[in-house]
């Protein structure tokens, strides 16, 4: 059973595209997360989710919006995909107690042509 | 604000030697520290943390972690490297009141070489 998955895994669209990533955890977590993994590997947190609540949105473009509907789910939607944009999107999660151990999906590869 | 610095961005070692991977990190509190591991195209798994316990930490898959305040340091070790160890190692360091938000480091890809 995997903990956090996300879907889909493979995302090719072109410029000015909208489009979404959905990812669920079954871990009961109370928060979740997206981070952005560029072609260099370089991970940055986008935003944060506890209990439904957004607690963490970095500086991130508004045409990226994320959603969650409950506690095990967390969506993003990107509006008007541009080059940039092209990237390993991951979703994560992480308990009660804060120690800062996150589970992460196997992430979701963006590319914008 | 605080940050990892990971020297060398690709370290290769041959099968059975010792591996050393290198974190710095900068902090105005004392730190959580993590290094994760990702394997190819796969998401981070946690190899071990420090959260101001023991300052030799253990982790998974014969690794461990040594927290040295006085160099800033959280360098991960394993004595004898293997195969199955080649991946992209990220340190990464929080805060304990937020310490679920993590900063990630730029990222080691270890290469284990017959």
């Known amino acids: 059973d995997t903990a956090v998955s996300q879907t889909p895994k493979y995302l090719v669209t072109q410029m000015g595209n909208d489009k979404s990533i959905k990812c669920e955890q079954n871990?009961?977590?109370?928060?979740m997360y997206w981070y952005k993994q560029d072609s260099k590997k370089f991970l940055k947190i986008m935003f944060s989710?506890?209990?439904?609540?957004?607690?963490i949105n970095e500086t991130v473009p508004n045409r990226f919006s994320p959603k969650s509907p409950d506690k095990a789910h967390l969506n993003l939607h990107i509006n008007s995909l541009e080059l940039g944009d092209s990237a390993v999107y991951f979703c994560?999660?992480?308990?009660?107690?804060?120690?800062?151990?996150?589970?992460f999906g196997e992430g979701s590869r963006l590319t914008v042509l | 604000a605080q940050s990892v610095t990971q020297l060398g961005s690709h370290v290769s070692v041959s099968e059975g030697a010792l591996v050393l991977l290198r974190c710095n990190y900068s902090?105005?509190?004392?730190?959580?520290l993590f290094w994760y591991v990702q394997y190819p195209n796969q998401g981070l798994q946690l190899l071990l943390k420090y959260t101001s316990a023991a300052t030799l930490v253990k982790g998974i898959n014969g690794f461990e972690a040594e927290f040295k305040k006085s160099e800033t340091s959280f360098h991960l070790t394993k004595p004898s490297a293997h195969m199955s160890d080649a991946a992209e190692y990220f340190c990464?360091?929080?805060?304990?009141?937020?310490?679920?938000?993590?900063?990630f480091g730029t990222g080691t890809r270890l290469q284990v070489t017959l």
């Open positions: 990464a360091v929080s805060d304990p009141g937020t310490a679920s938000k993590l900063t």
């Open positions: 994560a999660s992480s308990g009660r107690g804060g120690t800062g151990e996150l589970f």
């Open positions: 902090s105005s509190v004392p730190p959580y």
């Open positions: 871990l009961g977590h109370d928060t």
């Open positions: 989710y506890n209990n439904k609540e957004l607690i």
